[in-house]
């Protein structure tokens, strides 16, 4: 069963307007999120977290906002560039003493000029 | 600082035969966890260093995957023998102690099975 779920497989959106990039998880014991940005033939690279604790966090042009309720968080980059043109993977922990992260299957963004 | 490396960057061997992979983590970082990606799928863990002692090996597939952290430093994951569903990439990462959630992820190794 898969807990954490991004049921877009890809997106495609023009230089300057705003990428908003969803995650839906199922195990209410995440409580620490995280986006990852991985190019190919590379290893992930950590982006942007949040705790459960909050509903929003900013870091430039990058913002994660998280709905607890519906279980559900996105990430926003405003404005893309062609340089964010990558896989973004959503991922959860449950905080326990493993800090295993769970990851959805990613979405393939494409920031087109 | 020197990030995550892995080693090799891509086998290819043939079902029944051995791999063994190797993960340097960054320096000073006792965390370190083993995860792959198979099939274009999400990536899943499968264990976690804490220096040298196994703190989590629950997403470990089976008995024929092996992995070791000589000394708290770097981490070896065996396979043995390989099996066709081995295939994918498996990406180690390394975490500060005082913030695990913080991981960061070497390129990875692809493995194929044939």
């Known amino acids: 069963d898969q807990q954490v779920k991004q049921n877009s497989p890809s997106l495609s959106v023009q230089e300057g307007r705003i990428s908003i990039l969803n995650c839906d998880y199922t195990?209410?014991?995440?409580?620490?999120f995280l986006w990852y940005k991985k190019y190919p033939a590379e290893g992930p690279t950590f982006l942007i977290s949040?705790?459960?604790?909050?509903d929003k966090n900013e870091d430039g042009r990058f913002t994660v906002f998280l709905n607890k309720s519906a279980k559900h968080l996105s990430l926003h980059i405003v404005p893309s560039q062609p340089g964010d043109s990558a896989v973004y993977f959503c991922?959860?922990?449950?905080?326990?003493?493993?800090?295993?992260?769970?990851f959805g299957t990613g979405t393939r963004l494409q920031v087109t000029l | 600082e020197a990030g995550v490396t892995q080693f090799p960057s891509h086998s290819v061997i043939e079902k029944g035969q051995t791999v063994t992979l190797r993960c340097d983590p960054i320096?000073?970082?006792?965390?370190l966890y083993w995860y792959r990606r198979v099939m274009g799928k999400e990536i899943k863990f499968l264990l976690h260093?804490?220096?040298?002692?196994?703190?989590?090996e629950s997403g470990m597939p089976n008995n024929r995957f092996l992995a070791e952290r000589t000394g708290g430093t770097y981490s070896t994951l065996k396979v043995q023998p390989a099996e066709l569903e081995d295939s994918g990439v498996y990406f180690c990462?390394?975490?500060?102690?005082?913030?695990?959630?913080?991981?960061?992820f070497g390129p990875g190794t692809r493995l194929t099975v044939t």
């Open positions: 949040i705790s459960s604790i909050k």
């Open positions: 990462a390394s975490s500060r102690r005082g913030a695990p959630y913080e991981q960061y």
């Open positions: 260093f804490v220096k040298e002692s196994k703190q989590d």
């Open positions: 195990n209410s014991m995440f409580d620490y």
């Open positions: 991922a959860a922990d449950d905080g326990g003493t493993a800090s295993k992260l769970t």
């Open positions: 320096s000073g970082h006792d965390n």
